[in-house]
């Protein structure tokens, strides 16, 4: 008989076991260890027993969900308004989408409980609450597509499609920035500069990436004005799964002002130059495919998409 319950303190080994014996695809970490799932989930300030879903049929756990929240508009807290269950895992077993299935209603329970209006399925850029560096890569991927088992419990719970997700990577060996006049202007018109570990800027920065290696790359005009920002990490524990140094790109910003004028493009080519340099050999960067503008720049810089993911919207 399949039983549900919130998480215990005893549970970390018999989740790791969980997510060793699921098929997760290529883009989730393994194996996957206890202290790995204490460092990216357990440890996190805003971590809610009763988000984590665990499913035991005759005293063997085989399945577990997980349900939480993003930051408000000013990242200064968390906001209960939009929830989302980031995974549903279970091991392969003869009642699987009867587990699937009973995991995510438990989660939408609790999500519903806190005060959410809106539920979501998967992570993303904005919902990267837990499991950075263990699914997905350089950021969260709402659910990917190599894990159509994850995606079906959605679609079979009422869930539609909200947003996809592309995951587009580029190796760096050898990468040289483009050449041509507008970039030669820039250049010349401007300072970039690096920054190891920079200052959070937010609560929730500082709540979702502390513990992980992070470069600040800052594009700076005449008067030492700030024009725009690029932010790296150093993709791991997954990175070393794989076997590569890789950086994922976490954020690109252009002051508005300065937008559209090539800034984004020489940044990016700037920054991953610089990498190269430093032996990263993968670069990574998520973007939402109906943005075409961003899809725009990452292929003119070389990168393919690699997998696609989808953020899954309920009502």
């Known amino acids: 008989m399949i039983e549900?319950?919130?998480f215990r303190n005893d549970d970390p080994p018999k989740l790791a076991d969980i997510w060793r014996s699921a098929d997760l695809g290529p883009s989730a970490m393994q194996p996957m260890t206890s202290a790995l799932l204490e460092a990216c989930v357990f440890s996190k300030p805003y971590f809610d027993r009763e988000g984590l879903i665990i499913a035991v049929d005759d005293g063997r756990t085989?399945?577990?969900?997980?349900a939480a929240f993003g930051p408000n508009a000013d990242h200064t807290a968390i906001d209960t308004s939009v929830g989302t269950t980031l995974l549903i895992v279970?091991?392969?077993h003869a009642e699987q989408d009867r587990i699937g299935a009973g995991l995510l209603e438990r989660c939408e329970d609790f999500l519903r409980r806190r005060g959410a209006t809106m539920l979501l399925g998967g992570g993303s850029a904005e919902m990267r609450s837990f499991y950075l560096g263990l699914y997905g890569g350089?950021?969260?991927?709402?659910?990917?597509?190599?894990?159509?088992?994850?995606?079906?419990?959605?679609?079979?719970?009422?869930?539609?499609?909200?947003?996809?997700?592309?995951?587009l990577r580029r190796p760096l060996a050898g990468f040289r920035p483009p050449v041509n006049r507008l970039q030669m202007a820039i250049r010349r018109a401007t300072t970039l500069r690096v920054i190891d570990e920079p200052a959070r800027?937010?609560?929730?920065?500082?709540?979702?990436?502390?513990?992980?290696?992070?470069?600040?790359?800052?594009?700076?005009?005449?008067?030492?004005?700030?024009?725009?920002?690029?932010?790296?990490?150093?993709?791991q524990p997954l990175a070393a799964a794989w076997g590569v140094s890789a950086a994922g790109l976490m954020h690109v910003g252009i002051e508005g002002a300065r937008r559209r004028q090539g800034l984004a493009h020489y940044l990016v080519a700037e920054s991953l130059h610089d990498l190269a340099q430093?032996?990263?050999?993968?670069?990574?960067?998520?973007?939402?495919?109906?943005?075409?503008?961003?899809l725009h720049l990452f292929t003119k810089l070389g990168f393919e998409i690699a997998e696609r993911g989808t953020l899954f919207r309920k009502g």
Do not use: K
């Open 62 to 66: 085989v399945g577990f969900a997980h």
């Open 278 to 294: 430093e032996g990263v050999t993968l670069a990574e960067a998520h973007v939402t495919l109906a943005n075409e503008p961003a």
């Open 138 to 167: 350089a950021d969260l991927p709402g659910i990917l597509d190599s894990t159509p088992c994850m995606q079906e419990i959605f679609r079979r719970a009422g869930y539609t499609e909200a947003d996809r997700i592309g995951v």
């Open 4 to 6: 549900f319950r919130c």
């Open 90 to 92: 279970v091991v392969p």
């Open 201 to 235: 800027r937010t609560w929730w920065e500082a709540a979702t990436t502390t513990g992980i290696a992070l470069r600040r790359y800052e594009l700076r005009g005449a008067g030492d004005d700030l024009l725009g920002t690029a932010s790296f990490w150093d993709i």
